[in-house]
């Protein structure tokens, strides 16, 4: 009987032995599991991570490409609009030209330009209304001439030295940049 006692023994003690083991061998690939799913889960948040970091990057670049497209797109809706205002405003001239209240205001204008001529022969141009009201204040030496492509009046030395270009549309010219200021600022501002 002892023998069988100490085969029973012996038994047992193996079969806890290997119940150790085999508990020590689950609770290590259980660990192993766990630092597996944190490695895959810190991995996956990793790329996550990244992939929302360069989608957001390529938003941003499409949000400013669009701002830039939007921007370019109002800023030639608005030099289209500024240009419709000029032509409108040249297509005017001529009518302007022939105004009664212009023709006695451009009188002062022509007598500061003969100043300048300082006595010398010129030749004017001017609208029809204008050139007929004109040649009756006009010196000795400065010719009127009549023309009709012309609002406000153009004089000239004979010599070609002294040129005054009172013309509508040479003052439009002069102007037109800070009209499109004025009408960029007038189309900023909320109705």
């Known amino acids: 009987m002892a023998l069988d006692d100490l085969l ?9 032995e290997a119940t150790a083991l085999v508990d020590e061998g689950r609770r290590a690939a259980a660990q192993i599991a766990q630092e597996a799913d944190a490695e895959v889960s810190a991995v996956r948040a990793e ?6 970091a ?13 701002r ?11 030099r289209e609009a500024i240009e419709s205002v000029i032509h409108r405003v040249q297509a005017m001239l001529p009518e302007t030209g022939a105004d009664p209240h212009y ?3 451009a009188t002062g204008e022509f007598d500061r330009a003969l100043e300048v001529l300082d006595g010398r022969p010129a030749v004017a141009s001017a609208a029809a ?3 007929e009201h004109l040649s009756a204040r006009t010196p000795p030496g400065v010719e009127i001439r009549a023309d009709p492509t012309v ?7 004979t010599d070609g030295r002294i040129e005054v270009d009172a013309t509508l549309d040479a003052r439009l010219r002069q102007l037109a940049p800070a009209l499109a200021i004025e009408l960029a600022r ?6």
């Open 54 to 66: 360069r989608l957001r990057a390529e938003a941003s670049v499409a949000i400013e490409s669009a």
């Open 103 to 105: 023709v006695v205001s």
């Open 151 to 157: 609002s406000g009046f153009r004089i000239q030395s």
């Open 8 to 16: 029973t023994r012996l038994r047992r003690q193996a079969e806890a």
């Open 47 to 52: 790329r996550r991570r990244a992939l929302e």
């Open 186 to 191: 007038a189309m900023d501002e909320p109705e």
């Open 129 to 131: 209304a204008l050139a």
């Open 68 to 78: 830039s497209d939007a921007a370019l797109r109002l800023l030639r809706a608005r």
